[in-house]
């Protein structure tokens, strides 16, 4: 009988190299259910800023219903201690209440963080129709362009000066148009 001994593994070839790192699965589309109860989720006004619904100013992350019936939505605070998120939270236990969901959880998540390019194009306009400088998106890269004019949303101008780093709420600063004379609030960029 003759044996063999394993091979061993050549010089050249080096350690093995460590498995690839997996992507985690990405998560399941909605259903028609979860859909629709995403939406009278977010139709909810934010309490700070009642004239933006909760899935405008970008606050809203997501809602899964379980196959026993549970409602997990998971929102997004403006800012880590934002006091208005208690309010959200209970708009939407109300509204999906109302609407035959008596089991439902609202989850606050951190990560990733909320940042003012989670506003929607119409959270945009409503702000500035409302007499609130929105915020200025990021470049695609993710800076802030250098540019600070902050446009007066009752004439337009440009030429406007800081009164205040914060106003009603601290994700807002006070500012005055030059031209108009008229003070305004911004929302500012996070």
């Keep these: 009988m003759v044996t063999t001994a394993p091979e061993a593994p050549s010089a050249a070839a080096g350690p093995k190299a460590p498995p690839a790192p997996t992507e985690p699965a990405a ?81 606050t998540v951190l990560s990733p963080a909320w940042s003012t390019d989670d506003i929607s194009a119409e959270g945009r306009r409503k702000l500035a129709e409302f007499g609130i400088a929105p915020p200025r998106p990021h470049a695609a890269d993710g800076v802030v362009p250098l540019t600070l004019t902050v446009r007066c949303p009752h004439c337009g101008s440009t030429d406007t000066e800081l009164l205040s780093r914060f106003s009603s709420t601290a994700c807002k600063a006070l500012r005055r148009c030059v031209t108009c004379r008229e003070p305004f609030d911004h929302f500012k960029e996070l």
């Design 27 to 107: 998560a399941p589309a909605p259903t028609a259910l979860e859909a629709r109860l995403h939406a009278l989720a977010g139709s909810v006004p934010d309490p700070e800023l009642p004239v933006l619904s909760l899935a405008e100013l970008g606050v809203l992350r997501s809602l899964r219903v379980s196959d026993t019936g549970h409602v997990d939505v998971e929102l997004t605070p403006t800012y880590t201690g934002c006091p208005a998120i208690e309010a959200m939270s209970a708009g939407i236990e109300q509204v999906l209440r109302e609407h035959g969901r008596d089991d439902v959880t609202v989850r």
